[in-house]
């Protein structure tokens, strides 16, 4: 049975005061919860933060980006190394805000999905259509193509470690939420994607919703079959949203 899953992405936010009781609050009420898997995941300069008050506690951290490059002359880039050196259990790659923003490409997220697991680090790798493509019926297509160009690079083996986040880009900070149904969908299809290459692979792959969830909404979402935890933006600033955010997972 695969295990629920509460990622918090604190995107640009942050400070090392604000940082200090978050993560104080969530060591102490999280601590209890060894059901199912959780993370956060701040700005590169807190990850340090992140792992000296976190490490005793069932809370893991992990960073929102990641060079497709093992090094060298690229500016302001962080590197799968560096990344190890704060002990990250996870990145996330590909998110729709890196794509939309910074231009990257299918090629560019297969690359540094590769990165990641050259540290043994989990991608989480992040899909999702636009309220364009939604609404002209492409959204299963747009979605098996992000998810395929990884493929055509990895192999289906190497997403037994990886981890599937799917967010609908009009869902994002939005305040609008896909209902659980729609969400439910679009895991599905995911799941029967990954089935046509490994069923064993699909059906254990921890496949997460992202998109506005919130206390109020999170228990109906997670009741989906498919649906396997959240990647969760907004209310995982505030730690006790999020804390209930894994209580209504576990």
């Not at 880009?169 to 995911?190: D, F, L, R, Y």
Request: charged share 15%; with cysteine; glycine share 8%.
């Amino acid at each position: 049975m695969r295990r629920k899953f509460v990622a918090g992405n604190w995107k640009m936010h942050g400070s090392l005061a604000e940082n200090q009781t978050r993560l104080s609050q969530l060591a102490k009420g999280l601590s209890q919860l060894k059901t199912l898997d959780m993370a956060v995941f701040s700005t590169a300069p807190y990850l340090f933060q992140c792992k000296s008050l976190l490490a005793a506690t069932p809370v893991k951290w992990g960073a929102q980006n990641i060079s497709e490059h093992a090094q060298g002359a690229f500016t302001g880039e962080t590197s799968v190394a560096m990344l190890q050196d704060f002990s990250c259990d996870y990145v996330i790659i590909g998110h729709s805000e890196r794509r939309e923003l910074f231009a990257e490409n299918d090629a560019q997220v297969a690359a540094k999905f590769v990165q990641a697991q050259t540290g043994n680090i989990t991608p989480i790798l992040c899909v999702g259509e636009s309220l364009q493509q939604r609404e002209a019926g492409t959204t299963v297509e747009v979605i098996s193509r992000q998810i395929q160009a990884v493929l055509d690079v990895v192999g289906i083996q190497k997403f037994a470690q990886a981890v599937i986040a799917y967010e609908p880009i009009w869902a994002i900070g939005t305040g609008k939420t896909a209902t659980p149904q729609q969400a439910q969908e679009v895991h599905s299809a995911i799941r029967s994607l990954l089935a046509k290459n490994d069923q064993c692979v699909a059906q254990n792959m921890q496949i997460l919703y992202g998109g506005s969830v919130k206390p109020g909404n999170a228990a109906e979402i997670f009741a989906q079959p498919d649906v396997d935890g959240a990647l969760v933006g907004g209310a995982s600033l505030n730690a006790g949203d999020f804390m209930e955010i894994c209580k209504a997972a576990s």
